[in-house]
């Protein structure tokens, strides 16, 4: 169990020394807690405490790291069942799966589509995190050239599907300096495929049709020497799916079972009777580790990229809206407009009186780092200058000839600087409360 | 090695809602919509029970909308063109309930009146024998002014009436007294604002089983985890006993993520978008599921396909064989 | 049916009536009235009367402790008569008196065993210095240096105006002066700074000054008894300049006006200074030491530093520490030499007047888990115990002081304090600060009338005001939907005395900030709200803070009365301990530097505490079982599902 602030307190000299560069010894104990400090930075910890802290933050799922010729990928770490609680930690990968029946010239051209895939959502990068190559020919000699094709056009980390050991060494063969994951041991070969990837210091996939087979074959895996896993848990739709998933991650952080304590790779497109786009959304939602994709389509692609962004980011971020000028009932050059942050009940409560007054209105949502507008004015963070600098971000003024900008009533103070600020403009101070726009509208708008 | 799956030890349960009444029970619908009674999260049967699907709503209007995707309005043809047979339409889809959302204006620019509503709301009951949802444009005054007629002409037939917001709930509760329907609650995507305006509803006398939780949801790349954590956790409340989170919810993800670009655009867009269709679909849907598997009761949707996609999803996470 | 004699005290009037009947009906029948403010409900307490005899049944005994019940008090309106009985009834100032909890801040009392001669750094002392012959012939100083070793006093700092007149005034004094001094440094250096040398003997004087966001109260003590001579407060002049911090800042940065705050608050400082003056006729030279405390914001525009940067992340102060100036420099009128210090602070939002508070409740020296908080415009807090100690701070604004509410007043003469409504007809009945014709509302008249709006029905759970009853106190004014408290016609000013639903929201923010801040403090270090073993509380709500209202709204916690305190201005009373003793002094010191700051700004986890808490009592009502319980009973069957 994680410690609290107050117990690692207990465990601290207590002398409020400011060494590790916290105010205070229960400052630096709270930062430990939240696993945002780190326990060397205190030079004066005893032994006693090192121990008992350390027992108490090994992750409970251990983290898994490849690494291709460039690009590394790392998943595991996690220490929450609901998003809510803390950040998902490292984001679930996203891979593609070829096969190597395909022709070196067919791969080659697959994976240099597919690697140059970007997709730009709201200022972030978004692509796939790599490769798997499958040993469909059964061939060695025609999977380490199939790997070899795919390496040739691909710097991104790599996952071998090869399921002898023969296989899998080609395939590691056809690398270099790279750290692809094995797949995959299961309760036949699991003994030779230890063994190469032992040798190779390589992560090794574990598969298995039932939870009970899986937590055998990882402990005995583990102590041939093989400690960097991810479990194939052989999923059949989004049932078992969910129950599966929901159960390792439960196990893992609700009942720290070690044998079970690895990443998850899927395959949602390997069952048939089912939309792989709608089990891989379910799989990056809940519990997946690494998502294997039969088909490099972007339509679904980018759905899914986004859709793990989302879950993926800090919940404890204030609730935010793109920064922006909002369209409300279709508004024209001759429309109102009026400012208000971007966090998003504020934003919900001035957009829906808008919406609500019927009238057409252009709505320039500041970015305020996600505050209200009496916090964010408070911290400096919706003053004039930030105003001034969206109206031009967002080319406020091709839109509005008029020139007119209606700013909160809570902000009437800014007005003066915001005439300095946007020396063209005419500033307008509206409503403190959302629920005066329309009266607001009514009377002070009349064109 | 025997792995003991871990269970979740629940005292609560979700609360039952029905929309909807039959003849016996003073109405004239073929069926009824029961959602909620569940005991356990999502789809997880082995550790509570499921007496009810998720159910699919499906959303038409009064009249032809101005301003929805051309990818929606070639898809319904010309049924969108008359609400009762949009309604047919629906039902056709598979829909279980009927949500019907008043416009502010006719096609002609007048303001809608009560006579209209009226009319609509007739023409919809008679095309239809599924339960369905009446609810406003979404302005204050112009909601209190339809819904009311709304009401009376629906009278006993249980409809959920909407949309209460906490400006904006008293009229629509009590013509859901007066007259024997229920109503959404809906609360801009906060959990201590859903239960507060449940609360508020329920201390004007509508019994709890009377009313819909709407706690908001954006689309997907538009703020969907807020609307996902926010459902989450209201769940995660009601089945640990908090007894003002217990409403079944319903959501919205058709109407956002056909408000969204990805939707609604399909030229000027980064080719890395992919094709425009199959993407607008995929919004939806993706929407859709990720909600149902944060606790969604019911979810509003508007393609067709994507009816018949997301039935398929529910159907199989509620079949309890694996 | 049984019929049963009830003789009634001490009026001695007896009725026959049947078994069953309610004590207060049975007084009616004797043609007494027995005043029942909340109409009967059991809820005020007011009705309470003492039984003799056990011919009683007691429906409920919520407003009595067991001691109460023990002693033989019954609540009339709750208790049913079954037996021939005496009974009691008290003067109703006596069970005000009774029900009332808090403490009187009325008459500031030495807060421990004053010994001047170790606690006190400021003295005034006589020399018998030998005068100067011409076989003594050492210099002035040194005659007085070696006067002082006498003392103890081996190193001084001697001010240069006090140089130049040190002849004249040492001849003045025909070689036996008085010399007020102050130690400095180490205790035991032996280091004093010389103030003032007079003919003359006289007690030195000192000011303990807390500047408030909105109200200034300073403390005109005896250095040398210790006692104090008088007390003053006075809303805080730069209130002109904006209500809260955030606004006096950006007030600061804007050309003069750094300076013209500054000003401000001295010239608040100098009527209340004038004030205790003209009570007292002391002489404003005697004041020789002056000790401030406020929030960071305030000190800083006291000292006239620029507060810009407390406001903007990461929120760094000029100086939370700040060595001592003379009040020259400050222009503080008490003695030119004098000096003048300001407590230490510990963060931008958590300042000295919450380190002095801390000191004053308490809670440096409890073993026991305790939350002190200073309800002011800021809501400040601190949860601990002696060993270690979190704080933080949230916005709560001035509504608990009276300002930003249309009636709202200070606790001064013509506040109503108190109050009481009807519930069935609504009608409140109120108690006024030294008894005459309203003026305004003060907190704890606020605290109380949310409170009994609530639990009456005429403000809803969302705080909004239920236009729907059936009486004219109910009404739409020009704020909107508004609760009338006092008709015109009652008030001092001629004028209605209304809650509106602006006020009712700006209360509702205000208790909802300190919730949430107190909930998230204790989740901080993983304690619950339950484990918190006293609950002390500062503020100047008002004379007596009913804890019960207090609950009621969801300000405080529903935990058992008794581990609630109101301390009054906690900040002041701190700074008066710090001026008497230099070891109160150096643990204000200590217990700045040992207090860790918690940034509530810093996640998510407080906003949604504070809209869960924007409520009445709270979103989550099981948090307040004694309130549902309350709530349940004026209230229809729909809402009983809440509780279960």
Redesign the interface.
């Known amino acids: 169990m994680a410690l ?4 690692i ?1 207990k465990l601290l000299p ?1 002398t ?1 020394c400011k060494d590790c560069n916290y ?2 010894c ?2 630096f104990a ?1 930062k430990l807690a939240a696993k945002q400090a780190d326990l060397a930075d205190c030079p004066h910890v005893s032994e006693e405490a090192k121990t008992k802290l350390a027992e108490a933050s090994a992750p409970p799922i251990r983290l898994l790291e490849l690494k291709g010729s460039e690009g590394e990928f790392q998943v595991g770490n996690e220490t929450v069942l ?3 609680e803390k950040t998902f930690f490292n984001r679930c990968g996203v891979f593609l799966r070829l096969q190597d029946s395909l022709s070196a010239d067919e791969l080659k051209e697959k994976v240099a589509e597919a690697d140059a ?5 709201v200022g972030i990068d978004l692509y796939l995190d790599g490769f798997a190559i499958e040993a469909a020919s059964g061939d060695p000699k025609t999977f380490g050239a199939a790997v070899a094709a795919v390496a040739e056009k691909t710097k991104r980390p790599l996952i071998l599907l090869a399921a002898t050991p023969d296989l899998a060494k080609a395939g590691i063969e056809a690398l270099d300096e790279t750290r692809p994951l094995l797949y995959a041991a299961d309760a036949d070969n699991w003994e030779a495929m230890a063994q190469v990837a032992k040798e190779a210091g390589l992560p090794l996939t574990v598969r298995a049709e039932t ?2 087979e ?3 074959l990882t ?1 005995k895996i583990k102590e041939a020497g093989v400690e960097d896993l991810a479990l194939d848990p052989s999923l ?5 799916s ?2 599966k998933l ?2 390792l991650r ?2 893992a952080l ?2 720290n ?1 070690r ?2 304590g690895y990443p998850v790779i899927t395959f949602p497109g390997s069952t048939e009777s ?2 792989a ?2 089990l891989a ?2 799989q990056i ?2 519990y997946g580790g690494l998502i294997v994709l039969d088909e490099f ?8 990229l ?2 793990r ?3 993926y ?1 800090n ?5 935010q ?2 920064p922006g000028l909002y369209e409300i009932n ?1 508004p024209d050059e001759n429309s109102p407009l009026m400012v208000t942050t971007n966090f ?2 504020t934003y ?2 001035v957009a ?1 009186e808008v ?4 009238r057409p209105a252009w709505l320039l949502v500041a970015d305020a780092e996600g505050m209200s507008v009496l ?1 964010a ?4 963070k919706f003053d004039a200058e930030r105003i001034a600098k969206d109206v031009k971000t967002f080319n406020v003024a091709d839109k509005v000839p008029h020139h007119k900008i209606i700013i909160p009533g809570h902000v009437a ?1 800014i007005s003066g600087e915001l005439e300095e600020e946007l020396p063209d403009w005419e500033i307008m101070v509206g409503p403190r409360e959302a ?1 005066d726009i329309a009266s607001y509208l009514k009377s002070m708008w009349t064109t | 090695m025997a792995v003991e799956i871990p269970k979740e030890k629940w005292t609560a349960q979700v609360r039952k809602v029905t929309i909807g009444a039959t003849s016996e029970e003073g109405g004239t619908r073929a069926k009824t919509l029961t959602v909620g009674g569940e005991s356990a999260l999502p789809f997880l049967h082995y550790e509570g029970s499921f007496p009810n699907k998720p159910a699919l709503a499906v959303e038409i209007r009064d009249r032809k909308p101005d301003d929805w995707s051309p990818l929606l309005l070639d898809a319904l043809g010309e049924t969108a063109e008359d609400p009762a047979k949009w309604a047919q339409a629906a039902e056709a889809m598979g829909a279980d309930l009927i949500y019907l959302v008043l416009s502010a204006a006719t096609a002609d620019g007048n303001p809608n009146t009560p006579e209209n509503v009226r009319a609509v709301v007739r023409k919809v009951l008679d095309a239809t024998g599924l339960p369905i949802a009446v609810v406003g444009p979404g302005q204050a005054e112009i909601d209190n002014e339809l819904i009311v007629p709304a009401a009376e002409e629906a009278d006993g037939e249980r409809v959920l009436l909407g949309v209460c917001e906490e400006k904006n709930y008293r009229t629509i509760v009590a013509a859901a007294l007066a007259h024997n329907h229920l109503v959404q609650s809906k609360t801009p995507m906060d959990v201590n604002l859903s239960k507060q305006l449940v609360i508020l509803i329920n201390d004007m006398g509508l019994p709890l089983e009377r009313i819909m939780m709407d706690p908001t949801t954006g689309a997907l790349g538009y703020g969907i985890e807020y609307g996902y954590s926010v459902m989450e956790r209201l769940r995660l409340a009601a089945l640990t006993g908090d007894k003002m989170t217990q409403q079944p919810m319903i959501v919205d993800p058709g109407a956002e993520a056909w408000k969204v670009k990805e939707s609604k655009v399909g030229e000027g867009v980064p080719e890395a978008w992919g094709d425009w269709n199959r993407r607008a679909l995929n919004w939806e849907t993706l929407t859709a599921t990720t909600l149902i598997h944060s606790g969604a009761n019911i979810v509003i949707l508007r393609h067709p396909e994507n009816v018949a996609r997301v039935r398929k999803v529910i159907d199989d996470l509620s079949s309890a064989t694996t | 049916m049984a019929t049963h004699s009830v003789t009634f005290q001490p009026e001695d009037k007896t009725v026959d009536v049947p078994t069953g009947m309610l004590i207060a009906e049975a007084a009616r029948q004797a043609g007494l009235e027995i005043l029942q403010p909340c109409g009967g409900q059991g809820r005020c307490g007011r009705c309470a009367v003492i039984v003799e005899g056990a011919g009683v049944r007691r429906r409920s005994t919520i407003r009595l402790s067991s001691e109460d019940v023990e002693a033989g008090y019954a609540l009339a309106c709750q208790t049913v008569i079954e037996d021939d009985i005496t009974v009691t009834i008290p003067e109703q100032e006596r069970v005000e008196r009774r029900i009332v909890t808090g403490r009187s801040v009325r008459k500031v009392e030495l807060p421990f065993p004053y010994d001047p001669a170790t606690m006190q750094p400021v003295r005034v002392s006589q020399l018998h210095l030998h005068p100067p012959s011409l076989d003594d012939n050492v210099d002035d100083l040194g005659r007085l240096k070696h006067g002082l070793s006498e003392l103890g006093i081996s190193d001084i700092e001697l001010p240069l105006p006090l140089l130049r007149s040190l002849g004249d005034k040492l001849r003045q004094a025909d070689w036996q002066p008085w010399i007020a001094f102050e130690m400095i440094g180490e205790e035991g250096s032996g280091r004093a700074r010389l103030m003032e040398i007079s003919a003359q003997a006289f007690d030195p004087l000192g000011l303990a000054i807390d500047i408030g966001t909105t109200t200034v109260t300073l403390y005109l003590v005896n250095l040398t008894s210790g006692e104090v001579l008088s007390s003053a407060a006075e809303y805080n002049g730069q209130i002109a300049f904006g209500e809260d911090v955030i606004s006096r800042i950006v007030y600061a940065t804007k050309g003069d006006g750094l300076h013209q705050l500054s000003a401000r608050v001295r010239e608040t400082i100098h009527e209340l200074l004038t004030r205790v003056q003209k009570r007292t006729g002391i002489v404003q030279e005697h004041i020789f030491k002056v000790l401030v405390a406020g929030n960071t914001t305030m000190i800083h525009l006291f000292l006239g530093l620029p507060p810009e940067t407390i406001r903007l992340t990461p929120y760094i102060p000029a100086a939370n520490r700040v060595p001592p100036y003379s009040a020259n420099e400050l222009g503080i009128e008490a003695h030119p030499l004098a000096s003048v210090e300001c407590l230490p602070g510990v963060a931008s939002y958590v300042g000295a007047d919450i380190t002095a508070g801390a000191l004053s409740s308490g809670l440096v020296d409890s073993e026991d888990l305790t939350l002190f908080i200073d309800v002011g415009t800021n809501g400040e807090m601190v949860l601990g115990t002696r060993d270690w100690m979190v704080t933080c701070a949230c916005s709560a604004g001035p509504a608990f002081e009276g300002a930003g509410v249309v009636d709202g007043m200070r606790a001064t003469k013509g506040a109503i304090e108190e109050v009481w409504i009807h519930s069935d007809t609504h009608e409140p009945t109120y108690r006024v600060i030294g008894g005459g014709k309203p003026r305004g509302i003060c907190g704890s008249g606020l605290i109380s009338l949310m409170a009994e709006l609530f639990v009456t029905g005429a403000i809803d759970r969302g705080g909004r005001v239920n236009l729907s009853l059936d009486t004219p106190r109910v009404r739409t004014g020009n704020h909107g939907p508004e609760f009338v408290v006092a008709w015109a016609d009652e008030t001092e000013t001629g004028k209605d005395i209304v809650l509106t639903n602006v006020d009712v929201e700006n209360l509702m923010r205000a208790k909802a900030a300190i919730y949430a801040g107190y909930h998230v403090l204790a989740r901080s270090v993983g304690v619950g709200l339950e484990d918190i073993q006293q609950f002390l509380i500062g503020g100047s709500f008002g004379q007596y803070v009913n804890v019960e209202k207090a609950i009621q709204i969801g300000l405080l916690p529903d935990l058992p009365w008794d581990r609630f305190e109101f301390l009054g201005n906690t900040s002041v009373r701190g700074t008066y301990m710090a001026l008497l003793s230099r070891q109160a002094h150096s643990r204000v010191d200590k217990v700045s530097q040992g207090m860790t700051y918690i940034e509530l700004s810093a996640d998510n986890t407080f906003f949604d505490a504070f809209t869960g808490a924007l409520f009445m009592p709270h979103t989550d009502m099981s948090r307040f079982p004694s309130v549902a319980k309350i709530w349940q009973d004026g209230n229809g069957d729909e809402v009983q599902d809440e509780q279960k």
Do not use: C
């Open positions: 609290t602030g107050l117990e307190y207590q409020n105010p205070t229960l400052a709270m609901f998003r809510h895939y970007h997709v730009d959502y939870l009970d899986l937590a055998d402990g059949s739709g989004y049932l078992d969910l129950h929901t159960s439960r196990l609700k009942e079972f044998p079970l089912v939309d786009a709608i959304a379910e939602a809940k389509d972007p339509s679904t692609l980018y759905a899914l986004v859709l962004e989302n879950i980011t919940p404890q971020k204030p609730i809206v793109q279709d998003s009940i919900f409560s829906n919406e609500g007054t019927g916090t004015w408070a911290a400096g103070v629920v």
